[in-house]
């Protein structure tokens, strides 16, 4: 196993400072010659049976040697935090440090890891939160806007099975809104017995549906509160992860639209990084 040096950074992040011995860094030579070997045509030669000394003098040793390294810690960095218990999360940001045929792998990681999150006394935040009191009133007008949508809805679904070319004017007119009364609401299909039982079924409707809102509302209120009051300490490479993941996302649904993302830029008077 490589000789390793720990440190823990800030932001829930940590170091690992290795060296790989030469000998256990040149096992990966073999292995990395014959993954190269397959990637390579070479006149004369089949794909994976190209000599050492030919493929090395065609591709140079670097590649070789960054080939190996690449294994070389793909194998070596689970063990590494397994044995230092490191509560990994998220891919490493690995560098290398010193890299030379017949000579020890240096390298650096750098990965985040399980922040500590401190919570505030939640239940009493939402205890506090929760305790605010407002009562759900429906005004006249909210029902009164309400059935007018609704004989609307209607108009334009008998001017559709009536004429398909109506003009938009004629199908939201009030003039051609059918007339509220018991026939009008008992159409409707809510077992209603006359309009005054539809309008106070109605009204408790609308009510539910403002409660239910108010609840929402309170509960985002509680969150809000956890969140701001709480210690997170994010990693920075989680951050830095989830930008780029967001930028390529917009950039994709402006290419989706058809747009250009230097023209919504330029269009936005932003930067990249302005937007980032």
Known sequence: MAQTEIKNLENSEVEIIGEMATKDFEKHRSGAIGRLGVQVEIPGFRKGHVPESILVKKLGEETVLEEMAQSALR?????????????????????????????????????????????????????????????????????????????????????????EEKSESKEEGKDNLPDLNDEFVKALGGNFKNLADFKEKLKGNIKKEKELKARDKK?????????????????????????????????????????????????AKRTEQDLR
């Open 75 to 163: 194998e070596e960095y689970p063990r590494i935090i397994a044995k230092h218990d490191i509560a990994a999360i998220g891919a490493p940001d690995v560098t290398i440090t010193k890299i030379a045929k017949d000579n020890p792998l240096g390298f650096k990681i750098r990965v985040a890891v399980m922040p500590k999150i401190e919570l505030p006394d939640y239940g009493k935040i939402a205890k506090g939160v929760l305790s605010k009191k407002e009562g759900v009133v429906v005004t006249e007008k909210e029902v009164e806007d309400t059935i007018l949508e609704i004989r609307r809805m209607r108009a334009k679904t008998a001017q559709v099975l009536k004429d």
């Open 219 to 267: 509960r985002m209120e509680v969150l809000e509160e956890i969140i701001k009051k709480s210690n997170i300490a994010l990693p920075s490479i989680l951050v830095e992860s989830e930008l780029d993941r967001m930028m390529a996302q917009f950039k994709d649904n402006i290419a989706r639209a058809g747009g250009v993302f230097e023209e919504y830029l330029k269009h």
